[in-house]
């Protein structure tokens, strides 16, 4: 079973692939597109498009983009947008989101929790400043370091300067609170385990209760006190 199989089973019942509560996600999308409703929204790292299709079934007139290498999420991407009858107004494309180039800039653009791909805040900026639109605005996930211990991760107002120091201002944000950040944890762990408990005995089953165990003792051995989340609604600065 391969790592992006692993996390869609997570998933399973928190599709929102971050701590973030659905009043929470409907307020940041809200914020977001303000003013751009009618516009393109582009989603790097979309996974199963949670993001996307929530955005455009609430905006009739959007058009939207995602991008992700996990073939799987994208057919249920697609799969979730045709049940919501949103499917022609969106566009899946199945590669590394460092690849993806646009002829069009889009009006808003996501990046949540996958800023790892480009390396971090900054470089995943700097990759999202081109496809963006003048006036535009990006959605930003970032997991940041609350206390020791905690692995390599800057603190809130670190990560506000890094991105700041890249030239790029926030113009509201959610802190994910710790029944959200709770909830995620345990979504994770038991999506995989309940997976797991229904299959018989087998190198599938054995991978998702290692994965399982594995992120609960981490979130519960230290992680759970050291790492917070935070999402911010980006402009750029000049």
């Known amino acids: ?21 659905d009043g929470a996600v409907h307020h940041l999308l809200a914020r977001l597109l303000r003013g751009r409703e009618d516009g393109r929204l582009l989603d790097l790292g979309c996974g199963e498009g949670p993001w996307l299709v929530r955005a455009l079934a609430a905006h009739p007139a959007l058009r939207a983009v995602g991008v992700d290498t996990d073939p799987g999420a994208l057919r249920t991407a697609l799969r979730t947008a045709q049940q919501l009858g949103v499917d022609r107004r969106l566009g899946l494309h199945h590669r590394d989101a460092r690849e993806f180039t646009t002829a069009e800039p889009f ?29 535009g605005a990006v959605l930003l996930g970032e997991p940041y370091r609350e206390r020791e211990p905690a692995p390599a991760a800057r603190d809130l107002a670190g990560t506000v300067a890094a991105i700041r120091d890249a030239g790029w201002l926030p113009v509201a944000g959610h802190t994910s609170s710790r029944t959200e950040l709770d909830a995620y944890a345990w979504a994770r762990t038991g999506s995989l385990t309940d997976w797991a408990l229904d299959r018989p ?36 600065s000049a």
Do not use: K, N
């Open 107 to 135: 009006d808003a653009v996501l990046c949540i929790g996958a800023t790892r791909t480009f390396g971090g805040p900054a470089p995943a900026l700097a990759a999202i400043g081109p496809l963006l639109a003048p006036g």
């Open 1 to 21: 079973m391969e790592r992006h199989e692993v996390s869609r089973i997570a998933h399973h019942d928190h599709p929102i692939a971050a701590p973030l509560s």
């Open 201 to 236: 005995p087998g190198p599938d089953r054995d991978r998702a209760l290692r994965a399982a165990a594995d992120d609960r003792e981490q979130w519960l051995g230290g992680q759970r006190e050291a790492l917070g989340f935070v999402t911010l609604v980006l402009r750029r």
